[in-house]
């Protein structure tokens, strides 16, 4: 376990957009991630965060926080637009995490689904075409990423997109290049979908660089499917739970990551949104001493 870093991020704090009256602004979110014991942190949405390097170190120093890394949508299963659209946004968003010295940046495919009402706003489905253009263009992109900024594309699966199966997550490994295209392992869109996650981290050993602990109610789940709700929906159930409270088996999940025996981020997500602003900060207190229990490091000891 003593590879495992333990962080956190903006979501944990029911923050999904850059700017919204439903979420916490980033200082309170800086200011209670370091009371409830973090030192990691990633971004967030694009433009959420401080977009001054110098002020953003400034603010992390004074917290004593750290960047772990960044998180952007892309749709790249949509063609040669939608990748050179996703250079310049992640671009940006590489540049400032070099500047503050992270190396990590989630891909995150874009939902098929309305972020704010869960309406579709698009096919579920893509033809073999839009999938070439998928795995080509993130080989691409996370090309572009290392050369110019020396930062590593990691992809996330994710409920409501065209990468969220299992199935799907192994057949997008097989088909991009394991050189430049790893894994940010999202426990909670896996578990969501039916999938296993250690399953996930034995058959593809090498490319599971990045975690997000996330975990999901089984019973919420189970209607959500049941009812075919988006996600947006879901997550208002409470289908994203305490990790004591939900699937996966979070000291099972991370015995088969501390095998794989390198240094990997492990960022807590549970989707809040929306939430009042009181909510978060005993949530994030309780589920950092949890990890802790289960052996990660480092969490912030503060005088009794």
């Known amino acids: 376990m003593s590879r495992l870093t333990l962080g956190t991020a903006p979501d944990s704090w029911g923050v999904w957009f850059a700017s919204d009256p439903h979420q916490v602004g980033w200082k309170q979110y800086l200011d209670e991630i370091a009371i409830a014991g ?3 942190t990633e971004l967030g949405p694009q433009g959420f965060m401080p977009q001054d390097p110098e002020q953003l170190k400034d603010e992390l120093a004074a917290r004593g926080l750290t960047v772990c890394g960044g998180t952007v949508f892309a749709g790249l299963h949509k063609g040669v637009d939608a990748l050179e659209t996703a250079k310049r946004t992640f671009g940006q968003e590489a540049r400032l995490l070099a500047a503050v010295g992270a190396k990590y940046l ?16 698009q096919d ?14 993130t080989n691409e992109l996370a090309r572009y990423l290392f050369e110019e900024f020396g930062i590593h594309l990691v992809f ?11 199935e799907r997550i192994e057949r997008f490994l097989l088909d991009t290049d394991p050189e430049h295209v790893n894994l940010c392992l999202d426990t909670g869109h896996v578990a969501y979908c039916d999938g296993d996650n250690v399953q996930i981290v034995e058959r593809f050993p090498e490319r599971v660089t990045y975690v997000h602990l996330k975990s999901v109610d089984p019973a919420v789940r189970r209607r959500a499917l049941d009812e075919k709700l988006p996600l947006s929906e879901a997550v208002k159930l409470g289908v994203m739970c305490e990790p004591w409270d939900g699937e996966p088996h979070m000291p099972t999940f991370l015995d088969a990551v501390a095998r794989l025996d ?9 989707d809040l949104y929306p939430v009042e602003p009181h909510v978060p900060l005993p949530i994030g207190a309780r589920t950092a001493g949890y990890y802790a229990g289960c052996g990660l490091r480092p969490v912030r000891r503060w005088p009794s």
Do not use: C
């Open 38 to 40: 973090y030192r990691y």
């Open 106 to 121: 989630v891909h995150l495919p874009e939902q098929w689904t309305d972020m704010h009402t869960g309406e579709a706003v």
């Open 124 to 137: 579920a489905e893509i033809d073999p075409e839009q999938w070439k253009n998928l795995t080509t263009g």
């Open 156 to 166: 996330h699966p994710h409920v409501d997109t065209h990468v969220d199966t299992q």
């Open 262 to 270: 390198r240094d990997i981020y492990t960022v807590v997500e549970q």
